[in-house]
């Protein structure tokens, strides 16, 4: 039983910094934006999504949308907010200093 916990660990250990556990996910969403940054998605049972994007993870609550489906952090403070229509997506920032002012990050992402 030591043995299987010691071979878990030094696999664990090989993963590289900043590789996204859930991109081997079967249900993770890959995007690909203009600028050529990768995003990753991947929407739990509970209606949460993690999106990964440079080596970082946050936890996005649903939110009200015209279209498409928009996700973000419910508070005045500054957080990510990703709304996709169809196939792509963009990444804002929202900027709680400016009066939740929001700014593109990464534009045209497609799957």
Not at 21 to 35: G, W
Not at 70 to 89: A, F, I, L, M
């Amino acid at each position: 039983m030591i043995r299987i916990f010691a071979v878990l660990a030094l696999l664990a250990a090989c993963t590289p910094d900043g590789a996204d556990p859930s991109a081997s996910d079967p249900n993770a969403t890959q995007y690909l934006c203009a600028d050529g940054t990768e995003i990753t998605t991947l929407l739990g049972n509970d209606g949460n999504l993690k999106l990964t994007v440079q080596g970082e993870t946050v936890t996005l609550l649903a939110e009200e949308a015209a279209s498409g489906a928009r996700y973000g952090w419910p508070s005045d403070g500054s957080s990510y907010v990703w709304w996709t229509k169809g196939p792509e997506g963009t990444l804002y920032w929202k900027d709680g200093t400016k009066g939740g002012e929001e700014t593109v990050l990464h534009a045209e992402c497609k799957e």
